[in-house]
């Protein structure tokens, strides 16, 4: 992956054409759409934020105080390692549960999510990661094969102990696979 390569632009979201169904006025068009505006707007200022408190860029890409516009992005060069694959496994999950919520204004402040994502990223994913890796690292097409990953991870889940296996346990098989699956097609650009 290219490090210009942009992640998230905020104009992407705020200049896109809405289609309101009628009976609504021109106000309550303007009205929705600023609020749309100021929820994207939010969102990408909350979830920079995260990435930079927990030290997953590699620069200071927004401060306290600055204004988020439509020309605010993030780039996959802004992101460390790290921070890349949590963006991968937790902020667009996060983006998810937010575009699925009844009331996204009121929600997007609240990084509760983000914080347990990023605490099962630090305590399980990675470390399955980094044990997962050097069973792998040199087969680029075992790291780009959902099918040729999956039993080499239950081999290494099999061999985990204590919290960690009792993390794995819980969740299904698929989703730790679809996850390690992405960190190791993110690993094999690089290679």
């Not at 780039?75 to 890349?84: Q, V, W």
């Not at 792998?136 to 889940?157: N, Y």
Request: glycine share 6%.
């Amino acid at each position: 992956m290219t490090n210009d390569r942009v992640l998230e632009k905020v104009g992407w979201l705020t200049q896109i054409k809405t289609i309101y169904i009628p009976p609504i006025t021109q106000e309550e068009v303007e009205r929705l759409k600023s609020q749309h505006d100021a929820y994207i707007r939010e969102m990408f200022r909350v979830g920079v934020m995260f990435l930079q408190e927990n030290g997953m860029t590699v620069r200071t890409v927004l401060r306290e105080g600055d204004i988020v516009d439509d020309g605010s992005q993030l780039t996959a060069g802004d992101l460390t390692e790290d921070g890349m694959r949590f963006y991968v496994a937790g902020i667009t999950k996060w983006h998810q549960k937010l575009d699925r919520s009844a009331n996204r204004t009121k929600i997007v402040a609240d990084t509760s999510f983000l914080e347990k994502r990023y605490r099962e990223y630090v305590d399980y994913e990675l470390p399955l990661f980094r044990k997962l890796l050097p069973e792998v690292a040199g087969d680029k097409k075992m790291l780009e094969s959902r099918t040729r990953l999956k039993p080499v991870i239950e081999s290494v889940i099999a061999g985990l102990d204590g919290n960690m296996k009792e993390f794995f346990a819980k969740r299904s098989i698929k989703a730790t696979v679809d996850t390690m699956y992405v960190f190791c097609y993110q690993y094999s650009l690089s290679m």
